[in-house]
């Protein structure tokens, strides 16, 4: 299992992009036949065609909005895919309108009640999994190491809880829920991050952001690492000085930034299991489905990370994402000549009462 998540990495962002594409539609499969037979819901007209044709629909949108952000040279150099970014939020909207449409059409009048809960079943569904798994790609596309180390915690996390538990816990709960778990879980999955970050974060192919390059025509992972993954000394603690006999250590800035991620894997990330437990019991079900045996269904398997996904995009865009010159020189690149030519005047205009024209002239002239 371990040799088969190496060898999907050494594969590279856009096979990940792939399977976590797989993964989002086998965990809508597996909520929405859920709702099916609890609800007997299969006599429904259009129903299961239309849940289908919503996640379509939402997926549509999303990737749409991926590749217009992230690859948007690509996009502007292809004249079908240009029509389409320009008009991708009208056109999606004008699918989910069809579908909603068909939906009303649909409705029956002794199943008024059921094909509504089947109607929201179907889009808490989408905004739990489809919503998740789109903001995954993107903390990929921001590099994979964004990608692989939360993932990686939470499951670190949750086998240290587990034999934290079973050797050390004294609760009569189970070996998954005593503090001895917990805390034993918490602390290994910090260590554990820490230590993978360290590894990781000397590589630029887990570390560069995923691009197109128009000189291969190819997507390529390669850049020149940013002050997030450069070494850099830090004065520890005088505590810490005294114990260890250290006065700096050098660290990545990112192994900083680890220590949030490990401690949301430890302390929040089990809620998405908790959620997930709780969902199988109101509708007194074991798993989700019984796709790996023994293990139940592809959504047992990935509660956590959902939850995981958005803290990390939520962190990234906080903390870690600023202004990105080269995505804006795209956009530039993509107005009319006169447009163009009103931004260089109003930034001339904005550097010279600055005081920053003349010196970056003289600059440019040595």
Not at 49 to 67: I, R
Request: aromatic letters at 20%.
């Amino acid at each position: 299992m371990i040799s088969f998540f190496f060898f999907i990495i050494y594969l590279g962002p856009m096979v990940l992009m792939m399977i976590v594409l797989c993964v989002q539609i086998k965990c809508f499969q597996e909520i929405i036949t859920i709702g099916y037979s609890v609800y007997h819901s299969y006599d429904l007209p259009w129903f299961r065609t239309l849940s289908w044709y919503f996640l379509l629909c939402v997926n549509y949108f999303f990737y749409g909005e991926t590749v217009t952000d992230y690859f948007f040279t690509l996009v502007q150099r292809e004249e079908p895919l240009r029509i389409l970014s320009k008009y991708h939020r009208f056109i999606s909207f004008a699918l989910y309108l069809t579908g909603f449409c068909m939906f009303v059409l649909s409705l029956v009048k002794k199943h008024y009640r059921l094909q509504f809960y089947m109607f929201g079943w179907t889009h808490v569904t989408l905004l739990i999994v489809v919503t998740q798994s789109h903001l995954i790609i993107h903390n990929l596309f921001e590099g994979m190491i964004w990608f692989i180390v939360p993932i990686s915690c939470v499951i670190c996390n949750d086998i240290m809880a587990y034999m934290f538990g079973f050797f050390f816990g004294k609760s009569p709960k189970g070996c998954c829920k005593t503090w001895e778990g917990f805390i034993g879980g918490f602390f290994s999955t910090i260590v554990f991050g820490i230590m993978l970050s360290y590894v990781m974060a000397g590589y630029r192919y887990f570390v560069c952001p995923v691009e197109f390059n128009n000189d291969s025509n190819s997507f390529q992972v390669d850049c020149e690492p940013s002050e997030l993954f450069q070494l850099q000394d830090y004065f520890l603690p005088s505590m810490l000085e005294s114990v260890t006999g250290w006065t700096t250590v050098r660290l990545y800035p990112f192994q900083i930034h680890s220590i949030a991620l490990s401690s949301f894997a430890s302390i929040v990330g089990p809620f998405g299991g908790f959620f997930a437990s709780g969902f199988k019991r109101a509708f007194k079900i074991k798993d989700f489905a019984n796709t790996i045996p023994g293990h139940g269904g592809i959504m047992d398997r990935f509660d956590c990370q959902y939850l995981m996904a958005t803290f990390v995009n939520v962190y990234i865009a906080s903390f870690i994402r600023g202004p990105n010159p080269t995505k804006v020189i795209q956009q530039l690149l993509a107005l009319r000549p006169d447009q163009q030519l009103y931004i260089f005047n109003s930034l001339k205009a904005h550097l010279t009462e600055k005081d920053l024209l003349p010196a970056l002239e003289e600059a440019a002239a040595a």
